[in-house]
């Protein structure tokens, strides 16, 4: 089936205004990546660093220079998926907590 114009061009503009983590190991940085209609590449914002409360004001406008019947069908039925990452820091384990063990002493005589 052929595509059929319905209309000349549509632009849009999709914004991430902000983002809220409540894990401190990710304070390390923090960004988000989403696409559009028929886009192969992901869009990413701009990483930020030492909040989990990160204001990203970023703006991405999708043109179309023609709008097909597959067009609207996306834009009735289908949907921009955000993914927001976070940059972890790994703390050090406690060198204390490195020498626990489960396995059952057998040595060990019940207690009565």
Sequence with gaps: MDAISLTNSLSK???VRNGEVHKAKFSKGLYVKFKSYNEEELTETPTKTGTLSPEFNFSKVFSFSAITQEHLDW????CITFMLYGKQEDSVPDSRLMKMTTKV??????SI
């Design 105 to 110: 002493n057998s040595n060990l005589k019940p």
């Design 13 to 15: 503009q999709v914004t």
């Design 75 to 78: 834009f009735e039925n289908g």
